[in-house]
């Protein structure tokens, strides 16, 4: 023991680093609480059975990841350290590549970042040049422009790049499309919505549609119908595998909301 006492403190660093990478790539894929936990008691206290934990997951599961899927593995902790950025030092960094290299995806990605910090109006002037050049018809483009102006409350031009869309492209497109639309419609008080509301909810790829009419319904007055939809909204809920009801949880909860508010 005494031999290895000048390399303790190095050991002790290797550890911790290794309980912070093992943390990362643990929430990212997704593991059990238990690792996510111990992992992260090691990361930021470097107990004894925190850093045991981070050489055990370490051999068992980053090592067999490296080994199984190292490009994989090695992407996953990649967003995971990205994740860690503070959200104006990956905006700022998202802009650097967009001048590298103008793209769509880098574009979308500025614009992303942007309108979670709250920037509406950055992400949408972001997306501007898109909606004039080769990918004016894009349905990322156009959705994703639309949210923007219905967070900035241009419900009108929302409603037109909404209107230009492929509802062929896919079932989750047509959903989302259709629902943002109906929403631009009704904030306008225009008597369309309520039918775009049931069209979006023809094929539903999720129980967003549903949820808002319910709100809508209950907004023009129309408690009974907003009843009837809210409990097969719960119907669907309790019958629903774990895996729809975390994937649903939003809408799920706004609908038990909305029960309340009719009781």
Do not use: C
Not at 2 to 18: F, V
Not at 162 to 185: E, F, G, P, W, Y
Request: glycine share 8%.
């Amino acid at each position: 023991m005494d031999a290895l006492a000048p390399y303790l403190p190095l050991i002790y660093t290797i550890l911790r680093g290794l309980a912070l990478i093992g943390l990362i790539h643990a929430i990212v894929t997704r593991q059990q609480v238990y690792w996510i936990v111990m992992l992260l008691f090691g990361a930021l206290f470097g107990g004894l059975f925190g850093l045991a934990f981070a050489a055990v997951y370490t051999f068992m599961v980053l090592i067999p990841a490296a080994r199984g899927g190292g490009r994989v593995a090695g992407q996953a902790v990649a967003r995971g350290v990205e994740a860690l950025k503070p959200l104006d030092t990956r905006i700022r960094e998202a802009h650097e590549r967009l001048l590298e290299s103008d793209t769509l995806q880098h574009r979308a990605d500025l614009a992303a970042l942007q309108a979670r910090a709250g920037r509406p109006d950055d992400a949408q002037a972001t997306l501007a040049p898109l909606l004039s050049g080769i990918y004016a018809d894009d349905p990322v483009v156009l959705l994703t422009s639309a949210e923007l102006d219905l967070a900035r409350s241009d419900f009108s031009a929302a409603e037109g790049k909404l209107t230009r869309v492929d509802l062929r492209t896919s079932a989750a497109t047509r959903t989302r499309t259709l629902t943002l639309l109906a929403q631009a419609q009704a904030a306008q008080g225009k008597p369309d919505a309520d039918q775009t509301y049931r069209d979006a909810i023809t094929g539903a790829t999720t129980e967003e549609p549903r949820a808002r009419y319910a709100a809508y319904l209950i907004g023009q007055g129309r408690a009974a119908d907003a009843r009837t939809l809210l409990d097969q909204i719960a119907k669907t809920e309790s019958r629903a595998t774990n895996l729809y009801k975390r994937q649903e949880r939003e809408w799920f909860q706004m609908a038990a909301g909305l029960r309340k508010e009719l009781k």
